[in-house]
Nanobody, 127 residues
């Protein structure tokens, strides 16, 4: 049974940092794209960033230069390092895995492009 489990969320002041983890089990995801999304109250789930099967990453403009995605294939884990956090980064953060189809940028940046999802972890940034 495939599982993605996020951790590392919490409450932080604006300007602070957090590192989220996404631990995968039931399958090896080292060769697949892993994405991060977030959903704020009353808003749709939105793309944050993705790391392809290797180390190539792509980010939403809103987080570019502040967030960094990395992966540890030995641990089957993906990380989201978030620096210079802003109040508007407050959301539930989800990791997702894409295991089928061509990995076009369009598919990698939309929720429909992913096959597996974690349960989410809350990130709250106070002013």
């Amino acid at each position: 049974q495939v599982q993605l489990v996020e951790s590392g969320g919490g409450l932080v002041q604006a300007g602070g940092s957090l590192r989220l983890s996404c631990a995968a089990s039931g399958r090896t995801f080292s060769s697949y794209p892993m994405g991060w999304f977030r959903q704020a109250p009353g808003k749709e789930r939105e793309f944050v960033g993705v790391i392809r099967g290797g180390t190539t990453t792509y980010y939403a403009d809103s987080v570019k230069g502040r967030f960094t995605i990395s992966r540890d294939n030995a641990e089957n884990t993906v990380y989201l390092q978030m620096n210079s956090l802003k109040v508007e980064d407050t959301a539930v953060y989800y990791c997702a895995a894409r295991t089928t189809g061509p990995n076009t940028l369009l598919r990698l940046t939309t929720t429909r492009g992913y096959d597996y999802w974690g349960q989410g972890t809350q990130v709250s940034v106070s002013s």
